[in-house]
């Protein structure tokens, strides 16, 4: 434990914004893991519209620091590579 008042308050912030950051990265995983899901069972209809979900999840971690860009970029990739594939492109 932080007896230095700033480190104690340094403590504080993170704890708020590690919250904060958890309700982003859960909803990108939620969506990729949603997205594979239906790809994995065939339906494909549904699962181009979890993959749209998915991107714009990933996409909105990384503008907001929460992901590396370069992290969120390899998940939708490889994402959709997955799709693709599926689909028999």
Known sequence: MANIKSAIKRMRSSRRKQERNRVFRSQARTFVKKARTLIDEGQLDEAQ??????????????????????????????????FNRAKGL
């Open 49 to 82: 519209e979890a993959v749209q979900q998915a991107i714009s999840a990933l996409d909105k971690a990384a503008e907001k620091g929460i992901i590396h860009k370069n992290n969120a970029a390899r998940r939708k990739s490889r994402l959709v590579q997955h």
